[in-house]
């Protein structure tokens, strides 16, 4: 594969990253309520970081936009820890609590908790090949 495919294909899985963050990140602050009130109903967060919590998640989600377009590499590694404490939270909350509920935003609270993991888990592989990628570049510069 050469330099310019790895380009490319980083910076496809870079834009997707941005679009699908950006896209969760306006939606929980677009309706925050709705996101407020699913995040009251997880057994797994203590009710009095809530408030604070739905307002870190989605500006952090838009920082991490930021990052992205003007720190790739460091939105890859910001974007990827996003991803994963997202994927292992829905993952507890469905496989230990009563609760299923998904408080992602927009189209995701749609989705079906299979579903729903494979996206998450899809998007993981692609953040971790972009990663990959960006490294063999800077290390076939170096």
């Known amino acids: 594969m050469g330099k310019t495919l ?18 969760t990140g306006i939606m929980k ?3 925050h309520e709705d996101f407020l009130i699913k995040l009251l109903k997880s057994p797994l967060i203590p009710k009095r970081h809530i408030e604070l919590i739905s307002y870190a998640v989605p500006v ?15 939105g890859l590694y910001g974007s990827l820890m996003l991803l994963c404490s997202f994927t292992v939270y829905l993952v507890l909350l469905n496989r230990y609590t009563n609760y299923t509920g998904c408080s992602c935003g927009g189209i995701f609270n749609n989705l079906n908790y299979t579903t729903h993991l494979f996206v998450n888990l ?3 592989i692609a953040n971790v090949l972009a990663i990959l990628m960006i490294s063999a570049e800077k290390n076939m510069e170096e």
Not at 10 to 22: F, T, V
Not at 60 to 74: A, D, H, M, S, T
């Open 29 to 31: 602050l677009w309706e």
């Open 60 to 74: 952090f989600e838009l920082l991490v936009v930021g990052l992205l377009v003007f720190k790739p590499r460091w």
């Open 122 to 124: 899809a998007f993981i």
């Open 6 to 23: 790895k380009s490319w294909v980083s910076l496809l899985i870079s834009g997707s990253l941005i679009m699908l963050l950006a896209y």
